[in-house]
């Protein structure tokens, strides 16, 4: 069963900084992507970032030049730097993984989601 586990949300001051992670976990054949939405209340969830196994990122355009999206070396956790952050950027981040499992067909996974606020 594969499991992805997001830490690293709170409540930070406008213009502050945040970094998420997300920890892919089970038995997991291949990993195609991985990334990061957003909900905010009453709301959608949007696309924030992206990253492929190819190593090609996608960046929601409000988020462009803030925010940046990493992986580790085994690319089974990846990262969400936010930096100068924005009360629009409260919401509840979702961690997201195109991932194939041992044995399995590949399909979207999803993570418990993290809060993160930014007020003064």
């Known amino acids: 069963q594969v499991q992805l586990m997001e830490s690293g949300g709170g409540l930070v001051q406008p213009g502050g900084s945040l970094r998420l992670s997300c920890a892919a976990s089970?038995?997991?054949?291949?990993?195609?992507?991985m990334g990061w939405y957003r909900q905010a209340p009453g709301k959608q969830r949007e696309l924030v970032a992206q990253?492929?196994?190819?190593?090609?990122?996608t960046y929601a355009d409000s988020v462009k030049g803030r925010f940046t999206i990493s992986s580790d070396g085994a690319k089974r956790t990846v990262y969400l730097q936010m930096n100068s952050l924005k009360p629009e950027d409260t919401a509840i981040y979702y961690c997201?993984?195109?991932?194939?499992?041992?044995?399995?067909?590949?399909?979207?996974?999803w993570g418990q989601g993290t809060q993160v606020t930014v007020s003064s």
């Open positions: 997201n993984g195109y991932i194939k499992p041992s044995g399995g067909y590949v399909h979207y996974y």
């Open positions: 089970g038995s997991i054949s291949s990993i195609n992507a």
């Open positions: 990253l492929t196994s190819g190593g090609s990122t």
